[in-house]
């Protein structure tokens, strides 16, 4: 059974910074496609940024030069969030995909003033 949680998520002001964490447990024996994902008030949920089993990263268009995912090991990602906009606004999920896509339960990231 694997498991991902997710922490860092807050208020900040337009402009400012913040820095998931993702941690995974379970049964992971190799490195595997890992990223982030997010969801507004409204909308679908959105690729923001992917690491891909090779180390190969994609980031949305919308995120690109702002945003960067890290991972250090198998089981924990990061995403640093530098220039936060109002409509990075959304619930942030961390996912990890061996099989099957597994989500964690979200970290809410509200950018307002």
């Known amino acids: 059974q694997v498991q991902l949680v997710e922490s860092g998520g807050g208020l900040v002001q337009p402009g400012g910074s913040l820095r998931l964490s993702c941690a995974a447990s379970?049964?992971?024996?190799?490195?595997?496609?890992m990223g982030w994902y997010r969801q507004a008030p409204g909308k679908e949920r959105e690729l923001v940024a992917l690491?891909?089993?090779?180390?190969?990263i994609n980031y949305a268009d919308s995120v690109k030069g702002r945003f960067t995912i890290d991972r250090p090991n198998s089981k924990n990602i990061y995403l640093q969030m530098n220039s936060l906009r109002l409509e990075d606004t959304a619930v942030y999920y961390c996912?990890?995909?061996?099989?099957?896509?597994?989500w964690g339960k979200g970290t809410l990231v509200t950018v307002s003033s």
């Open positions: 690491i891909s089993s090779t180390g190969r």
């Open positions: 996912n990890l995909f061996i099989g099957r896509h597994y």
């Open positions: 379970g049964s992971i024996f190799s490195i595997n496609p």
